[in-house]
């Protein structure tokens, strides 16, 4: 193990464990307390926040923002411009025992480009995340999540879809929607959402 504090082109805090074999992109930003486990790969301009933990080979892409008190297990990437709000929680395993040794069992979970995961989630293993969905505070995700899906409760249930700002999206009797923000226009069709210059 060894401690960096500063390098030509990431930030660790003092306090921050980086071990061997990890490759971490320019500008990245390493906070207090944070252990960054053997052969990760974290992108360019990401913000690993305080008393964050990223298991061995996982994958963050460009400008992943994890906020405090997050861990990060094997099995898991993320794709770039992704959130994980604070305290949220990723599982590797579906059915751990401690007396069990399984780590040949773990399940692979992408969190796919600009999805937002929100304050004291649970992503259950094994089910992705799409493209800018927005799961919401507390939720509990047991299934696939689709591109531009806006999920809350436990378990967490669709309730509308969100566009790449993170809006709610109100969709006209043509299948179409605007976001308020970026005036970008947004097609549902058989229960899928794109956007429409796509």
């Given amino acids: ?6 390098s030509p082109s990431y930030f660790a805090h003092e306090s921050a464990i980086i071990d061997r074999g990890c490759q971490i992109g320019s500008n990245t930003k ?8 053997p052969d990760c790969k974290i ?10 933990v990223v298991s061995p080979r996982v994958v963050l892409g460009r400008n ?15 794709e770039d411009d992704v959130f994980l709000g604070p305290s949220m929680v990723f599982t590797n395993v579906i059915n751990p025992r401690s007396a069990v040794n399984r780590k040949d069992q773990y399940l692979k979970t992408i969190v796919k480009k600009g999805a ?27 299934k696939e999540v689709l591109d ?7 378990p967490a249930k669709q309730i509308g879809w969100v566009s790449e700002f993170g ?18 226009e947004y097609l549902l069709i058989n229960g899928k959402v794109s956007k429409i210059d796509e």
């Fill in 116 to 142: 937002s995961i929100g304050a004291n989630a649970t992503i259950i293993c094994g089910n992705n995340i799409g493209r800018y969905a927005l799961v919401g505070a507390g939720a509990v995700v047991t």
């Fill in 148 to 154: 531009f899906a806006l999920l809350v409760g436990n």
């Fill in 64 to 78: 992943v923002k994890v906020q405090n008190n997050v861990s990060i297990y094997t099995g898991v990437i993320c």
């Fill in 167 to 184: 809006h709610r999206l109100n969709f006209n009797e043509e299948g179409k929607a605007i976001c308020p923000e970026s005036q970008e």
């Fill in 1 to 6: 193990m060894e401690q960096n504090t500063t």
């Fill in 30 to 37: 390493i906070w207090h307390f944070t252990h960054i486990m």
């Fill in 43 to 52: 992108g360019e301009a990401c913000n690993l926040g305080q008393n964050v």
